[in-house]
T-cell receptor, first 113, second 115 residues
Framework: AQTVTQSQPEMSVQEAETVTLSCTYD???????LFWYKQPPSRQMILVIR??????QNATENRFSVNFQKAAKSFSLKISDSQLGDTAMYFC??????????FGKGTRLSVIA | EAQVTQNPRYLITVTGKKLTVTCSQN?????MSWYRQDPGLGLRQIYY???????DKGDVPEGYKVSRKEKRNFPLILESPSPNQTSLYFC??????????????FGPGTRLTVL
């Protein structure tokens, strides 16, 4: 069974600084998708960024980027120039195709003014 | 506006009183699913549906039922709720049955408390 592990239950960062959230996953599949979802205090689940495993280039969406290390099965999220609105719970998730999306347990990020 | 709607958003009920949480999407998505979110456990899938009249169990289906009579609707039914079903519930949909081609769109969540 595939698993997704987020080893940091909570993190904090000063406004305008950079923070990296860790995620590791386990799958025997060669092709899959990885996702980072953001859940702000409103509880809405918002897709932040996604990465296709067969693409070597790391995905980037404005201030959000990933460091995808396929051999190490690592998929970390980097948030640059952190803003107060980035305060949220962040979930890493994997999709290997034949099974439903699997989520990690989440990392609660607090951005401090 | 493309969206997934859930009702109610908040519900407090008592043990054993049957309830239904509705979920509806207006994007003609084939795939719909229900998750529950609990502190320290992340999101866990309860049931999913790949299309009309096709449903299957997720990771934590005990105590829940679903139906998919129409493509747009996917209600979650708790026949006899118990306190351990107190949780935050999300409905989600995507165009195809995996997320790999399309992101999953989530509803706003339903906070359920069973006393």
């Amino acid at each position: 069974a595939q698993t997704v592990t987020q080893s940091q239950p909570e993190m904090s960062v000063q406004e305008a600084e950079t923070v990296t959230l860790s995620c590791t996953y386990d799958t025997s599949e060669s092709n899959y998708y990885l996702f980072w979802y953001k859940q702000p205090p409103s509880r809405q689940m918002i897709l932040v960024i996604r990465q296709e495993a067969y693409k070597q280039q790391n995905a980037t969406e404005n201030r959000f980027s990933v460091n995808f290390q396929k051999a190490a099965k690592s998929f970390s999220l980097k948030i640059s120039d952190s803003q107060l609105g980035d305060t949220a719970m962040y979930f890493c998730a994997s999709d290997v195709g034949n099974t439903p999306l699997v989520f990690g347990k989440g990392t609660r990020l607090s951005v401090i003014a | 506006e493309a969206q997934v709607t859930q009702n109610p958003r908040y519900l407090i009920t008592v043990t054993g009183k049957k309830l239904t949480v509705t979920c509806s999407q207006n994007m003609n998505h084939e795939y719909m699913s229900w998750y529950r979110q609990d502190p320290g456990l992340g999101l866990r899938q309860i049931y999913y549906s790949m299309n009309v009249e096709v449903t299957d169990k997720g990771d934590v289906p005990e105590g829940y039922k679903v139906s998919r009579k129409e493509k747009r609707n996917f209600p979650l039914i708790l026949e006899s709720p118990s306190p351990n079903q107190t949780s935050l519930y999300f409905c989600a949909s995507s165009l195809f049955w995996t997320s790999r081609y399309n992101e999953q769109f989530f509803g706003p969540g339903t906070r359920l408390t069973v006393l």
